[in-house]
């Protein structure tokens, strides 16, 4: 197994994830590796949206800037409350 040095963590962020490893119970490194893990799996997510997103757009013969005006109006929607 691939072993991962990190090094000039700030001592706040050491301090906040020595808590986040109390708090549940794990060692610093268990913490870490927990982070990492669900850090990952919402990059994988995203990337999975953002796939069938261009799938979706290319099935539907939209443009990049029919995309572009929807999206734009869904936040819009969502901003005005």
């Known amino acids: ?3 991962l040095y990190v090094r000039n963590v700030p001592a706040p962020l050491y301090d906040a994830i020595k808590r986040w490893a109390k708090d549940s ?3 610093v490194n268990a913490e870490i590796l927990s982070v990492l893990e669900r850090e990952a799996g919402r990059r994988a997510d995203r990337d999975d949206w953002f796939r069938d997103f261009l799938q979706l757009r ?3 013969g939209l443009t990049r800037e029919d995309a572009d005006r ?3 109006s869904i ?3 969502r901003d005005a409350g």
Request: proline share 7%; hydrophobic share 40%; charged share 25%.
């Open 75 to 77: 936040r819009a929607s």
């Open 58 to 60: 290319e099935e539907l």
């Open 25 to 27: 119970g794990r060692s």
């Open 1 to 3: 197994m691939p072993t």
């Open 70 to 72: 929807m999206i734009a």
